[in-house]
């Protein structure tokens, strides 16, 4: 059994940043997803377990930025510019026994599951 264990949510005002990390040890391709109050877990971004294939959902994409350090087993999500709707429980997800390239959108391409870490935008 793979644990993942999230931490770095808080609360933030809009237009701020926050990081929320992952650790996690192994072979996995990783992503990101949320869920906000009322509405169904959404993607966020994945990136491969080389690190050289990220994919952002387009919400995110050029204020969020998925990387990772497997040297310290750990993959982080860096989020820029942040909205009140962005504002969400963060769940990391690792899809295990992966090449280097793949990367995944879909909650059924991740088999393993974070706890969840809450990031609260104030308007």
């Known amino acids: 059994q793979v644990q993942l264990v999230e931490s770095g949510g808080g609360l933030v005002q809009a237009g701020g940043s926050l990081r929320v990390s992952c650790a996690a040890s192994?072979?996995?391709?990783m992503g990101w997803f949320r869920q906000a109050p009322g509405k169904e877990r959404e993607f966020v971004a994945t990136?491969?377990?080389?690190?050289?294939?990220?994919y952002y959902a387009d919400s995110v994409k050029g204020r969020f930025t998925i990387s990772r350090d497997n040297a310290k087993n750990t993959v982080f999500l860096q989020m820029n510019s942040l909205k009140p709707e962005d504002t969400a429980i963060y769940y990391c997800?690792?899809?295990?026994?992966?090449?280097?390239?793949?990367?995944?959108?879909?909650?059924?391409?991740?088999?393993?599951w974070g706890q969840g870490t809450q990031v609260t935008v104030s308007s």
């Open positions: 192994g072979r996995y391709a």
């Open positions: 990136v491969s377990w080389s690190g050289g294939i990220t």
């Open positions: 997800a690792a899809r295990p026994g992966v090449t280097m390239s793949y990367v995944g959108t879909q909650e059924y391409d991740f088999l393993y």
